[in-house]
């Protein structure tokens, strides 16, 4: 058991270990190690986070230019002209989130309230989380083929085919997993103390639920739905085969409607300058629509720890 | 404060019991928790369950009113009886039972509403009709709480201080009128003086209700109450793990000076063990 004892500067001298200076030494194996994983760790971060600044910028660069009354008010100009805005698009899309929200978020918040306060983590409770976390992953594009099989083909909806509600159906159905999940998680995070006080003065299961659980999650699940909202408003698999598009103001939810996705992705592919500079716009509106979305989900969350 | 000379013998001296346990055994899962109870809780007066930690004196508690209901494979076999009636009868709505036998719990656990909303809630989720800012000052009046929360009963029950906490936990229990109130450790999370407070408070309280108390603090037991009943852990007959019984229920000084089982004289003389 040889040490050194010159390096000991203790009298420990049995310590099988070598004691060095205390100072910091840069040259140490270790150290050097230290700094190069250090270094790439943040190359690494760097370049995770280049595409959202790039694409913001991009975006920005490309379209913030073009932002005007008369875009967000107008129709798009026939192809050849000049001029025109995305004005159905942006309502468009409004009204196909909202029919996907109102389809989603009563449903999702039930399946949630199911999952997490009555469900006694039986066969069946197994059976739906496991269903969500697989709904989750499925490609956003099968979702639409799904309703353009379940509801375009068949013209379920007064013989109409292509329509804003088979868009929001198809939407609310990419919505439903994270709406079931978050409102699950967040239950589940309630203390039981504050069930047992409920029923502890005798309030029935119901009454806990919506007047004491349900209140104290309420934050975790509203950012949770409008970040499954500003998910939904981007997409545009789903609602190139179900919402289709139009080149004229909204004509009920039964008609094919002009959503921004949509649009973009119609505009940016045609040979005309106008379309192009209009889906640069739109792709502009919507980024800053999603980032506020997010940005209000934000605030949501500050306000419950206050 | 001191404990105010807990009648001797009271079920003897005509006093109706309030609660009664026959042959009451709780299970969680497959394993036994607690075998074999048989109480006669006695009303008006204050009953102390004592005993070492896993002994079981809470999951009686809670059989009480129907709390292990929530808690997922726990069972009871043996009667219940409250007002002559089973508790675990079938045709009895757990509900119902709660509403006469409120319960305070070891964590101060307020609503994350006002103070008022507090104790309004439960007043009027049980159908209050009557005048609630008169209520809710007599409730909070009897937990001796009022007098620090009566400027401020529009904010958070959170910014309260703990032992506030679980005075507004008592004065919510107290406002839906119960006969009974169980109390699991309402003061193991709380300083000395909260505790005195609360100590004081359920001597008021005995006048109007029938309390009965969990605690690991034996001062606590001989302070506040008139009957104790001592849990003891003890192996099973098969050799497999422990279960809780009830060893002794008397009256506290009984229990204190001169009980008369030796695992009794050797917990409450700390010789435990």
């Known amino acids: 058991m040889a040490f050194n004892s010159s390096t000991s500067i203790s009298g420990s001298a049995l310590s099988g270990f070598q004691r060095s200076s205390l100072r910091f030494q840069g040259q140490l194996p270790r150290n050097r190690w230290n700094l190069l994983y250090t270094c790439l760790a943040g190359v690494f971060a760097a370049t995770a986070v280049l595409p959202l600044v790039l694409v913001l910028a991009y975006v920005l660069v490309k379209g913030g230019g073009l932002i005007s009354l008369q875009l967000l008010t107008q129709l798009p100009p026939p192809p050849g002209l000049d001029g025109g805005g995305i004005g159905n698009a942006i309502i468009g899309t409004v009204v196909v989130t909202l029919i996907a929200s109102l389809i989603a978020i009563p449903v999702g918040i039930g399946g949630g309230i199911y999952l997490a306060e009555y469900s006694q983590s039986g066969k069946f409770a197994q059976f739906v989380r496991f269903g969500t976390n697989v709904l989750a992953g499925v490609p956003s594009i099968i979702c639409g083929v799904f309703v353009y099989g379940l509801i375009v083909s068949t013209r379920v909806f007064f013989d109409q085919s292509y329509s804003a509600m088979a868009g929001g159906i198809a939407l609310a159905v990419l919505m439903l997993p994270t709406v079931i999940k978050t409102t699950d998680e967040a239950l589940k995070l309630v203390p039981n103390e504050l069930r047992w006080g409920a029923i502890g003065i005798g309030a029935s299961k119901f009454v806990t639920i919506v007047k004491v659980t349900l209140p104290s999650a309420f934050t975790p699940i509203a950012t949770g739905v409008v970040l499954g909202i500003a998910r939904a408003a981007g997409e545009t698999a789903p609602l190139i085969f179900t919402a289709l598009f139009s080149p004229f103001w909204p004509e009920g939810v039964f008609n094919p409607i002009a959503t921004m996705s949509v649009l973009i992705f119609n505009f940016a592919i045609m040979p005309y300058e106008a379309q192009i500079a209009l889906a640069w716009a739109a792709s502009f509106v919507l980024v800053v629509m999603i980032l506020a979305a997010n940005l209000f989900a934000r605030w949501l969350g500050r306000f419950a720890q206050a | ?273």
């Not at chain 2, 103070?115 to 439960?122: K, L, M, T, V």
């Not at chain 2, 003061?187 to 209700?209: F, G, N, Q, R, V």
């Not at chain 2, 104790?228 to 003890?234: E, I, K, L, M, S």
Request: aromatic share 6%; hydrophobic share 35%.
């Open chain 2, 1 to 273: 404060m001191t404990s105010s000379a807990p009648t001797m013998a009271p079920l003897s001296q005509g006093t109706l019991p309030c609660l009664e346990l026959e042959n009451v055994t709780i299970s969680y899962g497959g394993s036994e928790a607690v075998r074999g109870v048989y109480m006669q809780i006695p009303r008006g007066q204050i009953t102390a369950f004592i005993g070492p930690s896993g002994c079981g004196k809470s999951t009686v508690l809670r059989a009480l009113n129907r709390m292990n209901d929530l808690i997922e494979g726990c069972s009871l076999k043996g009667r219940v009886i409250f007002d002559g009636q089973d508790l675990y009868a079938r045709d009895v709505d757990p509900v119902e039972v709660r509403r006469r036998i409120g319960m305070v719990f070891q964590k101060p656990n307020p609503f994350p509403k006002s103070i008022y909303e507090n104790i309004a809630f439960g007043a009027r989720i049980n159908g209050y009709r009557g005048d609630m800012d008169e209520l809710v000052e007599r409730s909070l009046r009897k937990a001796a709480i009022w007098d620090e929360t009566k400027d401020k009963l529009k904010e958070s029950g959170y910014a309260l201080s703990g032992g506030q906490q679980q005075r507004l936990c008592i004065a919510r229990a107290i406002a839906i009128e119960p006969e009974v109130i169980l109390m699991d450790e309402p003061c193991s999370a709380l300083d000395p003086i909260s505790t005195l407070k609360i100590e004081e408070m359920m001597h008021e309280l005995k006048k109007s209700y029938t309390i009965v108390i969990v605690t690991h603090n034996m001062q606590q037991a001989v302070r506040v109450s008139d009957m104790t009943g001592f849990f003891n852990v003890t192996p099973k007959a098969d050799g497999d793990g422990k279960v809780g019984c009830l060893e002794e229920f008397a009256p506290t000084e009984t229990i204190f000076n001169a009980p008369s089982q030796q695992a009794t004289q050797d917990y409450v003389s700390g010789r435990f063990g």
